[in-house]
């Protein structure tokens, strides 16, 4: 059974460094063609896609946040991190890491983790 | 501003058919496959559709996918309450980039 689950600080200041940690289980983070997403969706608002990091260390992030975002991975920890520097309120929201596969699909999920950024 | 097009909402009662468009252009839809997710309330979005119209084990047949050149729609019968949501489509482009529809919440009068 592959799952996925996020881990990180619920509450962070603005202008912080925000650091989110996506353990998988049920499958290596080695497997060709398959890598770990991060999207996130604010309250009430649709999803955004971030960042994501396949097999071999490939890498692409979202234009608009490209310059705020670091994706790496620890394959043999199976773990993914994604760094966001210099938060900000509107970055309040649910972060979500998924599974995802070469041809594009985003499955599964993991559960999410709220992240509140406030003074 | 989402990249894809989706309508805000749709709504139809118990047992009919509904369908949701997503819109995009050649350099992401055009060119890529399409995913379709459902965000039951409260809950982490789940893979209904990829590969513009194939479905994953358990997703029942009342789901459907389908793309036309720069469009994709999602198709769903037989009606259940079961099925209020908010659907998003989902796809790639040139730049190795993902994209996401504003999401549509179906309503099951």
């Known amino acids: 059974q592959v799952t996925l689950k996020e881990s990180g600080p619920v509450l962070v200041k603005p202008t912080e460094t925000l650091t989110l940690t996506c353990t998988v289980s049920?499958?290596?983070?080695?497997?060709?063609?398959?890598?770990v997403s991060w999207i996130r969706q604010p309250p009430g608002k649709a999803l955004e896609w971030l960042a994501h990091?396949?097999?071999?260390?490939?890498?692409s992030y979202s234009t608009s946040l490209k310059s705020r975002l670091t994706i790496s991975k620890d394959t043999s920890k199976s773990q993914v991190v994604l760094t966001m520097t210099n938060m900000d309120p509107v970055d309040t929201a649910t972060y979500y890491c998924?599974?995802?596969?070469?041809?594009?699909?985003?499955?599964?999920w993991g559960q999410g983790t709220l992240v509140t950024v406030s003074s | 501003q989402s990249v894809l097009t989706q309508p805000p909402s749709v709504s139809a009662a118990p047992g009919q058919k509904v369908t949701i468009s997503c819109s995009g252009s050649?350099?992401?839809?055009?060119?890529?496959?399409v995913s379709w997710y459902q965000q039951l309330p409260g809950t982490a979005p789940k893979l209904l559709i990829y590969?513009?119209?194939k479905r994953p084990s358990g997703i029942p047949d009342r789901f459907s996918g389908s793309k036309s050149g720069t469009s994709a729609t999602l198709g769903i019968t037989g009606l259940q309450t079961g099925d209020e949501a908010d659907y998003y489509c989902?796809?790639?482009?040139?730049?190795?980039?993902?994209?996401f529809g504003g999401g549509t919440k179906l309503t099951v009068l």
């Open positions: 050649s350099s992401n839809i055009g060119n890529n496959y």
């Open positions: 990091i396949f097999s071999n260390d490939e890498k």
């Open positions: 590969d513009n119209n």
């Open positions: 989902g796809t790639w482009d040139s730049s190795l980039s993902a994209s």
């Open positions: 049920g499958f290596s983070l080695s497997n060709a063609r398959m890598g």
């Open positions: 998924a599974r995802t596969h070469d041809e594009g699909r985003f499955d599964p």
